[in-house]
């Protein structure tokens, strides 16, 4: 019964880095979602999966983002030669299937780009 | 468009108390979900209560409920007896297409001792 976990909780990038965000959803939820947070605003989405298709990717702010869930469980957000305005917190959901109706998030992974 | 507008930035209210947080949407859906989410300083986004735009009656989850105004296009949240773990952001949500959730600006609630 673990719930979604993401890691890693921190994270601190030099611009220009890559990052890679995982996420763990919980077991058998077919829908995963990732959600940006900047700080002191509402979660925006950026993506969506069923599965391992990736659904939903309208949200992503440019080419630099990339999203995969190749086994239809975990999933991986990777952000290519960060930038500052990519400071945020990044957040995974999941739920058990399209039609179900409650989302569970996971603690988030905190991006700082310097 | 879908649309999530919360107007209270800040809110504080005293322990014990009832508290209600506005949240007013806009869809042009005629069906569609309606969430609220707690996120307290750690971060992670807390499941509160859920209503559908066809359940007849409003929400009820613990010490919180939905008072659902459909015409009016409102889901305001009512805490009952605040205690001071309530203390945290308060997101209201909508379910969008393919489920992904639309979030408005969120409500800090601070509750005093």
């Known amino acids: 019964g673990a719930g979604v976990s993401q890691s890693p909780r921190y994270k601190v990038a030099k611009r220009g880095q890559d990052v890679a965000l995982r996420c763990d959803p919980i077991?058998?939820?077919?829908?995963l979602f990732w959600y940006q947070q900047a700080l002191g605003q509402g979660p925006e989405f950026l993506t969506y999966?069923?599965?391992?298709?990736?659904?939903?990717k309208s949200g992503l702010p440019s080419d630099r983002f990339f999203a995969e869930r190749p086994e239809g469980s975990v999933s991986t957000l990777k952000i290519q030669r960060t930038q500052q305005e990519d400071s945020a917190v990044y957040l995974c959901?999941?739920?058990?299937?399209?039609?179900?109706?409650?989302?569970?998030f996971g603690p988030g992974t905190r991006l700082t780009v310097l | 468009a879908q649309k999530i507008t919360q107007t209270q930035p800040g809110m504080f209210v005293q322990e014990k108390e009832a508290v209600t947080l506005d949240c007013t949407y806009d869809?042009?859906?005629?069906?569609?979900?309606l969430f609220w989410y707690k996120q307290p300083s750690s971060g992670e986004m807390i499941f509160l209560i859920y209503?559908?735009?066809?359940?007849?009656q409003n929400a009820t989850e613990g010490r919180y409920s939905l008072n659902f105004q459909k015409a009016r296009k409102s889901a305001n949240l009512v805490i009952s007896a605040s205690q001071l773990g309530d203390s945290a952001m308060y997101f209201c949500?909508?379910?969008?297409?393919?489920?992904?959730?639309?979030f408005g600006q969120g409500t800090e609630l601070s509750v005093k001792p």
């Open positions: 999966f069923q599965n391992e298709a990736q659904l939903d």
């Open positions: 077991s058998g939820h077919v829908s």
């Open positions: 959901a999941s739920n058990r299937d399209i039609g179900a109706d409650t989302q569970y």
């Open positions: 949500a909508m379910r969008g297409l393919q489920g992904k959730l639309i």
């Open positions: 869809t042009s859906d005629p069906s569609y979900g």
């Open positions: 209503q559908g735009s066809y359940d007849q």
